[in-house]
């Protein structure tokens, strides 16, 4: 048995108290995996970002809004993990600045200067210890296999799952699991939940099993 840490969901950074970057992702693919990862009898913790779905209850869920926090509660869970699935889409730009007040309507454009947030997914790659293992998330819209396989790469991962635009917040999702090899491990599609089931049974023979 292994104890899988899950990321899930969106992240939101704040421009002011009220307006936030973030995306469509819904936590279906997180949620769905985790059930999948319980039905194969391993301990799984949820670290998800604002959503509305629901998570197994069986999981331990963490939750968080913004990537920074993300990162660091991943890098925490992360410690007393085996592995890691980055199913979460933390948003990549934050605001150079936080306005303390909302931002009012001033009848002309409003110019936004937005920085890099932090890789949640490379920096558990980068910090692995043996015999850990990290398997992400790849949602490309041109390249898709070099993008990313690149990105496997790039963030030390032991598997990288390829997905479209198409998957964020629907019932669906059509995945290609690549090894560090370039090898095209398996071809999935269909509704979320059988879809996790064959990226856990992957994950199972390839990085628990095999370990």
């Known amino acids: 048995m292994a104890r899988i840490l899950i990321t899930s969901g969106p992240t939101r950074q704040y421009l002011d108290p009220v307006r936030y970057l973030t995306n469509a992702s819904s936590g279906r693919m997180g949620a769905a995996l985790a059930a999948a990862a319980l039905q194969l009898g391993h301990e799984v913790v949820v670290l998800t970002g604002p959503v509305s779905v629901d998570y197994p209850a069986a999981a331990e869920v963490v939750s968080v809004t913004s990537t920074e926090e993300m990162l ?4 925490r869970l992360f410690a007393d993990c085996d592995g890691a699935i980055g199913a979460a889409a933390p948003c990549d730009y934050r605001p150079v600045r936080v306005e303390e007040h909302k931002i009012a309507k001033t009848g002309g454009p409003l110019e936004l200067r937005l920085v890099e947030t932090p890789d949640v997914i490379a920096t558990l790659g980068a910090g692995k210890r043996a015999g850990q293992w990290v398997v992400g998330f790849a949602l490309e819209t041109e390249d898709q296999r070099f993008r ?19 998957a964020m917040n629907a019932e669906d999702n059509s995945v290609e699991l690549i090894a560090p090899s370039g090898e095209i491990l398996e071809s999935l599609a269909g509704v979320k939940e059988e879809v996790a089931v064959g990226i856990l049974r992957v994950i199972q023979r390839r990085l628990i099993d095999g370990a």
């Open 72 to 75: 660091e509660a991943a890098q």
């Open 148 to 166: 990313a396989l690149a990105k496997l790469e790039r963030k030390s991962c032991d598997m990288i799952v390829l997905n479209g635009p198409a």
